[in-house]
């Protein structure tokens, strides 16, 4: 139940965390759980790393906002290197994913009115997609779930099948801004796009003069073994929407464009105040610091590798409970043919977090850092869990 003077729009289960150790939150109790879900693709490095704490201890120790009136060193050095190792040119800083996909959906649109052609105003998305829950991303998205009683209409954005490029050549129409996409379906199942769709879905961009977008608030930051997942396709896109574990648990977002697409946003078009702060950039520096270390990223796939083939062997070893093994690099979902919600609920029972994702999905996204230990040991609870099944 949820607590009595927060609104009851998340039905968290009875446990209450005191602190975080690496791979493990553990209990006022001390009951310790293996964490699995990193906070739904947040705690890239697990919990209190000493590099995040250090870096977030010493810029608070000197200042913590002065919003964007003023240069803040942190952000500019962070919007360097993430252009550096991407496809960018130039970063708005926000608070969150939500944010990151608003300010996509902005520049798609202020880009063609900029050119004068002030028709091109309407979004195309993915079935099952997710993008945040503001007014501008639940239509974007078009969840009929999320959309109920907020909005009447299409707000402007039309849907597509993920992965069929010729419902999208279909959609596309000379009022059509832009496409969004995940490169991997988080929320709707944790699905990568079908091999070559990407590259697809840019030769149809270029083709018709419509910007693409990207939205790796969950599949990117080293999720996949790269740091962004668009990188495992021979594409560049035009934005890309960034979070979750670009902050390592500290609440930042990122919209990331080239020059051509960004060139709209300029003073008075967008803004935020507490958006790129001393605190929020800091820490994101220092989660960069993690993930570009020479063979860091080598090593996720590795350990993709070897969790990915035990969890294919628990499902040869209990068809009754899981049937298959989807996703892409540590963001994966294992295919349920008992309830998903049972599942997961006996995971946490036995000490072990995860989540879900669709109808019957469990939904694994556990550290990037992780352990041979605590993989193993992970392994073993899903093992254990389902051999108890009955």
């Not at 078009?269 to 610091?289: K, Y």
């Not at 979902?333 to 006996?346: I, M, S, Y």
């Given at each position: 139940?949820?607590?009595q003077?927060?609104?009851?729009t998340?039905?968290?289960?009875e446990?209450?965390?005191e602190?975080g150790?690496?791979?493990?939150?553990?209990?006022?109790?001390g009951?310790?759980y293996?964490?699995?879900?990193?906070?739904i693709?947040?705690?890239?490095?697990?919990?209190?790393?000493?590099?995040?704490?250090?870096?977030?201890?010493?810029?608070?120790?000197?200042?913590w906002h002065?919003?964007?009136?003023?240069?803040?060193?942190?952000?500019?050095?962070?919007?360097?290197?993430?252009?550096?190792?991407?496809?960018?040119?130039?970063?708005?800083?926000?608070?969150?994913?939500?944010?990151?996909?608003?300010?996509g959906?902005?520049?798609?649109?202020?880009?063609h009115?900029?050119?004068?052609?002030?028709?091109?105003?309407?979004?195309?998305?993915?079935?099952?997609?997710?993008?945040?829950?503001?007014?501008?991303?639940?239509?974007?998205?078009?969840?009929?779930?999320?959309?109920?009683?907020?909005f009447?209409?299409?707000?402007?954005?039309?849907?597509?099948?993920?992965?069929?490029?010729?419902?999208?050549?279909?959609?596309?129409?000379?009022?059509?801004?832009?496409?969004?996409?995940?490169?991997?379906?988080?929320?709707g199942?944790?699905?990568?796009?079908?091999?070559?769709?990407?590259?697809?879905?840019?030769?149809?961009?270029?083709?018709?003069?419509?910007?693409?977008?990207?939205?790796?608030?969950?599949?990117?930051?080293?999720?996949t073994?790269?740091?962004?997942?668009?990188?495992?396709?021979d594409?560049?896109?035009?934005?890309?929407?960034?979070a979750?574990?670009?902050g390592?648990?500290?609440?930042?977002?990122?919209?990331?464009?080239?020059?051509?697409?960004?060139?709209?946003?300029?003073?008075g078009?967008?803004?935020?105040?507490?958006?790129?702060?001393?605190?929020?950039?800091?820490?994101?520096?220092?989660?960069?610091?993690l993930?570009?270390?020479?063979?860091?990223?080598?090593?996720?796939?590795?350990?993709?590798?070897?969790?990915?083939?035990?969890?294919?062997?628990?499902t040869?070893?209990?068809?009754?409970?899981?049937s298959?093994?989807?996703?892409?690099?540590?963001?994966?979902?294992?295919?349920?043919?008992?309830?998903?919600?049972?599942?997961?609920?006996?995971?946490?029972?036995?000490?072990?977090?995860?989540?879900?994702?669709?109808?019957?999905?469990?939904?694994?996204?556990?550290?990037?850092?992780l352990?041979?230990?605590?993989?193993?040991?992970?392994?073993?609870?899903?093992?254990?869990?389902?051999?108890?099944?009955?």
């Open positions: 139940m949820p607590h003077t927060l609104m009851a998340y039905a968290p289960p446990i209450l965390f602190r150790e690496g791979s493990y939150l553990i209990t006022k109790e009951e310790r293996l964490d699995f879900i990193s906070g693709a947040v705690t890239g490095f697990g919990h209190s790393h000493p590099h995040l704490v250090g870096a977030l201890k010493d810029q608070a120790d000197k200042y002065t919003s964007n009136m003023f240069r803040v060193e942190q952000g500019e050095q962070l919007a360097d290197r993430l252009c550096k190792h991407s496809f960018a040119d130039r970063v708005f800083f926000g608070n969150s994913g939500a944010e990151a996909v608003e300010a959906l902005k520049i798609m649109r202020r880009y009115y900029d050119r004068g052609d002030t028709k091109r105003t309407r979004i195309i998305g993915m079935e099952n997609a997710f993008h945040g829950r503001t007014i501008a991303t639940v239509a974007a998205a078009g969840n009929p779930s999320h959309i109920k009683g907020f009447t209409g299409d707000l402007e954005c039309d849907h597509v099948p993920f992965g069929d490029i010729d419902a999208l050549r279909a959609a596309i129409s000379d009022e059509t801004a832009g496409v969004i996409l995940e490169p991997v379906q988080g929320e199942g944790v699905l990568p796009a079908p091999k070559g769709y990407l590259e697809a879905v840019r030769a149809l961009c270029d083709e018709t003069g419509i910007l693409m977008m990207v939205d790796e608030i969950q599949c990117g930051m080293g999720r073994g790269k740091l962004f997942a668009y990188e495992w396709s594409i560049e896109p035009d934005i890309l929407s960034s979750k574990g670009l390592g648990g500290f609440p930042i977002g990122a919209c990331l464009a080239t020059e051509k697409a960004a060139a709209c946003m300029v003073i078009t967008h803004g935020s105040t507490f958006g790129g702060n001393p605190l929020a950039t800091a820490v994101g520096n220092a989660v960069l610091d993930l570009l270390e020479d063979g860091f990223l080598q090593q996720v796939q590795e350990t993709v590798e070897t969790l990915r083939q035990g969890l294919v062997e628990l040869q070893k209990h068809p009754h409970v899981i298959d093994v989807q996703g892409l690099g540590l963001m994966l979902g294992v295919k349920c043919v008992v309830p998903n919600t049972e599942l997961l609920a006996r995971l946490r029972d036995a000490r072990l977090l995860s989540g879900r994702a669709g109808t019957d999905i469990l939904r694994l996204l556990p550290p990037l850092n352990s041979e230990e605590d993989l193993a040991k992970g392994l073993r609870i899903i093992d254990d869990v389902c051999t108890d099944w009955k």
